[in-house]
């Protein structure tokens, strides 16, 4: 059995040497199929179907506040959550946290530590624990307990080269000296791939109000509870937080999400709309590949009629079709793998946050065995093609071999399979042309604001140095001072929150003078400013004014709203005199102005109201710099030197462009279209080969006939049309067959669609007219290469 298996890999060996050209080009074709696939199933593996790295993953939720009104989704305030975690009964574990920076400044070094502060049962959550030490103690979270702080494995590596005498040890993280309790393992890495410490979040409950939303969430189930079952424990006790709190919680609901599905649940579908495009480009490579074995099958025809004639029966000459077509298989395969495997490096290196989990994407036995099956199913398909192919009589075969047409048989598949590309093609291309067109649709869409020439960084100031609101004026006023004394800074302003940042706070507020709103506490996105903020972003002014130097500490309150809050909530009027009534702290600021609306997060969303407000009258310690200049990037030495001029321990960082922030939210949007786009063109070129490759056989076979027409007078445009009228009778039904996977495939991107129907009838016009023309290129050549034949052939044959 060795020896008979040994000996049909030679033979195989020796097939495949023969043939180089066709063994070369079928194996790169097979390469680019495997590859993608592998490629993309490598992710999809460790985004979608890897379970979280935590113990029972499927028992963990986030959790949110919603509104029953306009379904809108939010952050918890800290007085809901404490009276949810306090009554609910299907939870084991709640906590909350939010996402801080923290400097950490030791023997003049100062640097920036991403983190999050979290409550005391943060770490039950997840169930993990600590690699070294222990997790926050219970009463971290108490107000006035000793700060305490867990490190990440990798910042513990990277700092304290791994020492486990950091225990005990206090680092001062923005001025506030922390305990070090533990050392958290490699795995563990939430909120964010980058978290280098978790400290621990005193809250001070008897200082909060009702409808101060800024907590993220995040619970386990109780063992056995059901996520609709806690949703309805946890939307009881709302309802009840409701009744007692009218002003702030009437309309108050709570929405829990899975935490897989809260991670990779926008990545879902891209991911899947990616993995059917390269499904069908290894179904056009198989084809392609199907055709130049049924080429090579007919050169064959005369050997294997010799061996049935010396007695190769069937299972024989299928034993040895397959070990041929296994060994391309493994070519390609592991040519396509290894392609794959470096592809998805080079990716997760270049673009780390695009893919959700890109840490963890990694191959696996899972991949390789997926590879593994998809190199055996194209190995088994191609020997099929084979086996139909050669499952004649031995007289047949000998007739086939000797004359100079091909077999109908063989002729008809050929032609069924170029047609089939030709399908398989029009759905991506369709795919391609909506994705192209939303990308194009996003890049105009209007933000409110002036990107260009304005460098933007962030900037978090120590607690303990700048705890104090006219410390942290006077550190703006300095900074502002200094960097708009650059030579070529047009305008700098400060903002507490800068669009396409990732950084956004609301608040909830009243309308002095109008009546209760039934519909529920108005919220609005909330800003602090200064006075040149607007200039430096390029944002416009549309009535009032803007803030001066005088609106400062002990001034007059007031704020500037968009465009947006003002025709929602004060139609028909002049805002421009009204004051509005922060629910939280009862402040009345009134309006001296409205601004064009901002778009602030995703150019997809609808406007929302926004209130601006002066910085130097709502200090606070988080700050965004935005520095309009023509020779941004030029600039950013100075600005250093001018930010360490007022306090040299006080870094800067995220320093980037603001077209660059504009450009990174419509990242995974590009990013779709350039993989649809790239697989789309990559299947046009393989189905135009096909197609000229059935063309070009079947003008060769049919050389005599040419000949003979030739010799009876046809012209050479007859000959030519007659080339093309057979091309475009290959082209005709596969568009026909593809336009309804088209309109199926348009379907399934239209959660990534913007800007265009899924059905658009000028992107299908526009696909069906592109293969039309690569249709006509392929068939070009052999209507040629058939007006050239010469008469006399058919004399001499």
Not at 225 to 245: K, P, Q, S, V, Y
Not at 276 to 299: F, W
Request: net charge neutral; with cysteine; aromatic share 6%.
């Amino acid at each position: 059995m060795i020896e008979r298996s040994w000996n049909d890999v030679r033979a195989a060996m020796r097939v495949l040497r023969r043939n180089p050209t066709v063994t070369v080009v079928a194996a790169i074709t097979l390469a680019l199929g495997v590859g993608a696939n592998t490629a993309i199933f490598t992710i999809i593996n460790a985004v979608l179907l890897r379970p979280l790295p935590y113990a029972q993953p499927d028992r963990i939720v986030t959790v949110w506040e919603t509104d029953r009104v306009d379904g809108g989704r939010g952050v918890v305030g800290p007085l809901n959550f404490r009276d949810l975690r306090d009554a609910a009964t299907t939870l084991d574990a709640f906590a909350v946290y939010g996402y801080e920076s923290f400097i950490l400044a030791e023997q003049g070094d100062a640097q920036r530590l991403l983190g999050a502060a979290v409550s005391a049962d943060f770490f039950s959550v997840f169930a993990m624990e600590p690699f070294l030490g222990r997790s926050l103690s219970a009463s971290s979270d108490a107000p006035g307990a000793p700060r305490e702080a867990v490190l990440a494995n990798g910042f513990w590596q990277r700092r304290f080269g791994g020492d486990p005498g950091i225990l005990g040890r206090t680092l001062v993280l923005s001025g506030v000296p922390h305990e070090v309790t533990g050392v958290m393992p490699a795995a563990f890495a939430f909120p964010h791939a980058n978290v280098d410490v978790w400290t621990s979040y005193p809250i001070d409950y008897a200082r909060e109000s009702r409808g101060s939303n800024y907590l993220f969430a995040v619970a386990k189930l109780g063992q056995g509870i059901t996520i609709e079952r806690a949703h309805t424990d946890l939307n009881a006790i709302a309802r009840t937080l409701g009744d007692a709190f009218p002003e702030t919680n009437a309309n108050t609901a709570v929405l829990l999400v899975g935490l897989q599905e809260e991670i990779v649940g926008s990545a879902r579908t891209m991911l899947l709309v990616v993995l059917g495009a390269v499904g069908l480009v290894l179904l056009i490579a198989c084809a392609n590949v199907s055709n130049l074995v049924l080429v090579r099958a007919t050169g064959r025809s005369t050997e294997i009629a010799v061996r049935r004639a010396l007695g190769a029966d069937t299972p024989t000459l299928a034993r040895q079709f397959l070990a041929e077509s296994l060994l391309l298989s493994l070519l390609a395969g592991a040519a396509g793998v290894a392609l794959a495997f470096w592809g998805v490096a080079a990716l997760v290196r270049s673009s780390p946050d695009l893919i959700p989990r890109s840490g963890e994407i990694t191959p696996d036995i899972r991949v390789l065995g997926v590879a593994l099956l998809v190199i055996l199913s194209i190995a088994l398909i191609l020997a099929c093609v084979q086996i139909v192919a050669f499952g004649r009589r031995p007289s047949f075969l000998v007739r086939e071999g000797a004359g100079n047409s091909a077999g109908r048989g063989k002729q008809r598949t050929r032609s069924a399979l170029a047609t089939a590309q030709i399908a398989l093609v029009l759905p991506l291309l369709s795919g391609a042309g909506l994705l192209i067109q939303t990308l194009r649709a996003l890049q105009a869409v209007p933000t409110g604001f002036a990107p260009e020439h304005v460098l933007t960084m962030n900037a978090s100031l120590s607690e303990t140095r700048y705890g104090e609101p006219e410390r942290q004026r006077l550190f703006v006023t300095a900074v502002l001072e200094r960097v708009t004394a650059i030579p070529g800074v047009e305008a700098a302003g400060i903002t507490s929150d800068l669009p396409f940042s990732g950084s956004r706070a609301t608040t909830s507020f009243e309308i002095e003078g109008a009546p209760d709103n039934a519909g529920g506490t108005p919220v609005a996105d909330h800003r602090q400013i200064s006075p040149d903020y607007f200039r430096a972003m390029g944002i416009a002014l549309l009535r009032g004014r803007t803030f001066t130097s005088e609106d400062g500490e002990g001034a007059v309150p007031v704020a500037i709203v968009n465009q947006t809050l003002a025709s929602r909530y004060f139609p028909g009027i002049d805002p421009i005199g009204r004051r509005i009534i922060y629910s939280r702290s009862r402040t009345r600021v009134q309006i001296i102005g409205v601004v064009s609306d901002v778009v602030h997060d995703d150019l997809r969303a609808e406007p929302i109201a926004e209130i601006y407000v002066p910085f130097a009258q709502f200090p606070l310690t988080r700050i965004f710099l935005a520095v309009r200049a023509v020779t941004g990037p030029v600039l950013l030495p100075a600005i250093r030197a001018a930010v360490a001029d007022v306090d040299p321990e006080q870094p800067v960082y995220s320093v980037r462009m603001m077209e660059e922030r504009v450009a990174q939210s419509i990242a995974p949007q590009r990013a779709t279209s350039l993989l649809i786009t790239t697989f789309s063109l990559l299947a046009l070129v393989l189905a135009s080969i096909g197609l000229y490759g059935v063309i070009a056989y079947g003008v060769a076979h049919r050389s005599r006939e040419l000949a003979i027409r030739t010799a009876l007078g046809a012209r050479p445009a007859d000959l030519a049309r007659l080339v093309l009228q057979h091309g475009f009778l290959l082209v005709l039904p596969g568009l026909l067959i593809g336009l309804g996977a088209a309109l199926v495939f348009m379907r399934v991107l239209a959660s990534l669609l913007f800007g265009v129907e899924p059905g658009d009838a000028m992107t299908l016009a526009l696909a069906c007219m592109s293969i039309i023309l690569i249709a006509l290129a392929a068939c070009w050549s052999p209507a040629r290469r058939a007006t050239r034949t010469d008469p006399m052939y058919a004399m001499r044959a």
